[in-house]
């Protein structure tokens, strides 16, 4: 079955920088593309970022535009959220996504 696994996270301050990833399991990695989201506290899901399967092409929210990079690497099975110049509104649970599936989210905290 499906199996997204997310790590990563942890508690910086503002201006820092992190690196989450994704290592998926149960499907051909390769051959689907791949998107990150994020849950503030109290509030719903949010759209991050996708990816297609070969890295070709991405998306971004506007909020994170030339901050945020996302990767992935095909051979290791795991997707990437570069995130730079963080911002306490950046504080949320980050989740990758494989259609409607999603792994267990990995904390991310800014503050000061």
């Known amino acids: 079955q499906v199996q997204l696994v997310e790590s990563g996270g942890g508690l910086v301050q503002p201006g820092d920088s992190l690196r989450v990833s994704c290592a998926a399991s149960?499907?051909?990695?390769?051959?689907?593309?791949m998107s990150w989201v994020r849950q503030a506290p109290g509030k719903g899901l949010e759209w991050v970022s996708s990816?297609?399967?070969?890295?070709?092409?991405?998306d971004y929210v506007s909020s994170v535009k030339g901050r945020f990079t996302i990767s992935r690497d095909n051979a290791k099975n795991t997707l990437y959220l570069q995130m730079n110049q963080l911002k306490p509104e950046d504080t949320a649970v980050y989740y990758c996504e494989k259609g409607p599936v999603r792994g267990q989210g990995t904390q991310v905290t800014v503050s000061s």
């Open positions: 149960g499907f051909t990695f390769s051959s689907y593309a």
């Open positions: 990816i297609n399967s070969d890295g070709s092409v991405t």
